[in-house]
């Protein structure tokens, strides 16, 4: 349940962080991406819940999404076909 939930977010996380060092540092600036993890690990519904103002700040937290899919299955001891999942993304 909650600690499959809890290590399960902690993949996701150690995913972003490593595309993050591959996306070029646009500038700085604070960005809220919300997105769907799909049963199969695959991404739905990928948007901006906050902007930095900054049009190439966002399109990178975007592109980091992206780049970091698809991500792993989703364990079965979760109990769920999806999970969404709201993260910040900074840049300094």
Same mark, same amino acid.
């Given at each position: %349940?909650? /600690?499959?939930?809890?290590?399960? +977010? $902690? !993949?996701?996380? @150690? +995913?972003?962080?490593? /595309?993050? $060092?591959?996306?070029?540092? *646009?500038?700085?600036?604070?960005? &809220?991406? /919300?997105?769907?993890?799909?049963?199969?690990? $695959?991404?739905?519904? !990928?948007? !901006?819940?906050?902007?930095? $103002? =900054?049009?190439?700040?966002?399109? #990178?937290? !975007? @592109?980091? &999404? =992206?780049?970091?899919?698809?991500?792993? #299955?989703? *364990?079965?001891?979760? %109990?769920? +076909?999806?999970?969404?999942?709201? &993260?910040?993304?900074?840049? +300094?």
């Amino acid at each position: %349940g909650n /600690a499959a939930r809890s290590n399960y +977010k $902690g !993949l996701v996380q @150690k +995913k972003l962080q490593r /595309a993050k $060092g591959r996306v070029r540092n *646009p500038g700085s600036g604070q960005v &809220v991406v /919300a997105f769907t993890i799909t049963a199969s690990g $695959g991404i739905s519904g !990928l948007r !901006l819940t906050r902007s930095s $103002g =900054n049009p190439k700040v966002d399109a #990178a937290a !975007l @592109k980091i &999404v =992206n780049s970091a899919a698809p991500f792993p #299955a989703i *364990p079965a001891e979760i %109990g769920r +076909k999806s999970l969404a999942m709201s &993260v910040p993304v900074q840049f +300094k």
